[in-house]
């Protein structure tokens, strides 16, 4: 199913190792010390390199590091156990505030079904009790002599 893998003969190449050559090293003369007055910072400094320049500049007062802030007395431990009580309460009162939010909620939802209740009972109310235009049901008008019980008209 796959093809038998072709023998390669490896390629000959001449191969040159190159040494590293190692240099020697440079002589340096001492460098002349150039005179300062004893006791006094110049405003501007010259030093004398190795290989016999002169750098001129200004002198740069030393950096001071900062001061170390003063450690706190309370353990890093008790500082996080605080601010996760801080953030316990936090959630409780969230949950507290929730428990309340359900709670006018379930009360609103249950004024809402008696509201319902109550106008849908007086309309049922109104409607079995009204003497408007019945087509059916036991009429009885005496002066005039209308009986409408089994259907006798007379």
């Given at each position: 199913m796959y093809?038998?893998?072709?023998?390669?003969?490896?390629?000959?190449?001449?191969?040159?190792v190159h040494q590293p050559t190692p240099l020697a090293p440079a002589v340096v003369a001492p460098a002349p010390l150039?005179?300062?007055?004893?006791?006094?910072?110049p405003s501007?400094?010259?030093?004398?390199l190795p290989d016999g320049r002169v750098v001129t500049g200004y002198a740069i007062n030393p950096a001071r590091p900062e001061p170390v802030a003063a450690k706190s007395h309370v353990s890093r431990a008790a500082l996080n156990i605080a601010?996760?009580?801080?953030?316990?309460?936090?959630?409780?009162?969230g949950l507290?505030?929730?428990?309340?939010?359900i709670t006018a909620l379930t009360a609103l939802i249950s004024q809402l079904i008696t509201?319902?209740?109550?106008?849908?009972?007086?309309?049922?109310?109104?409607?079995?009790?009204?003497?408007?235009?019945?087509g059916g049901g036991t009429t009885v008008n005496i002066?005039?002599?209308?009986?409408?019980?089994?259907?006798f008209n007379g």
């Open positions: 093809p038998e893998p072709a023998r390669h003969v490896p390629a000959e190449r001449a191969v040159t150039v005179p300062v007055q004893p006791g006094t910072i501007v400094a010259s030093i004398v601010l996760g009580g801080v953030g316990f309460l936090a959630v409780c009162g507290l505030m929730l428990t309340a939010f509201l319902a209740a109550v106008i849908f009972g007086g309309w049922i109310a109104v409607q079995v009790f009204s003497t408007r235009g019945h002066r005039k002599a209308i009986f409408k019980r089994n259907h």
